[in-house]
């Protein structure tokens, strides 16, 4: 069921597609990426490949501080128009 495939040591699975187009996520794959039965997964077309990437429930909030820093982008943006209206009522 797994081999390396031609893709360099990567772990791979082989599945069969049904007359409706189903294919079915070995268990191990659904465990490891926390895959629920409903969950949605996105189907990613790298033009000579297919990818199938687990769909995040709320992607903003998970994606949130993933670029670090002290504040937030919104909180930096919120302080730089205060200080660029101080700057203009001092003129």
Avoid: F
């Avoid at 772990?11 to 990426?33: F, L, N, Q």
């Avoid at 199938?52 to 949130?64: E, F, G, H, M, Q």
Wanted: hydrophobic share 30%; charged share 30%; glycine share 10%.
């Amino acid at each position: 069921m797994y081999n390396t495939g031609p893709y360099g040591g990567i772990k791979m699975a082989t599945a069969t597609v049904s007359e409706k187009g189903w294919v079915v996520i070995p268990a191990e794959y659904r465990r490891r990426h926390h895959i629920v039965p409903g969950q949605k997964v996105e189907i990613v077309d790298y033009g000579e490949s297919i990818g199938i990437i687990p769909s995040l429930d709320k992607p903003v909030l998970k994606a949130r501080g993933v670029l670090g820093g002290d504040k937030s982008l919104t909180e930096a943006l919120l302080e730089e128009r205060k200080e660029q209206r101080q700057r203009e009522n001092d003129r």
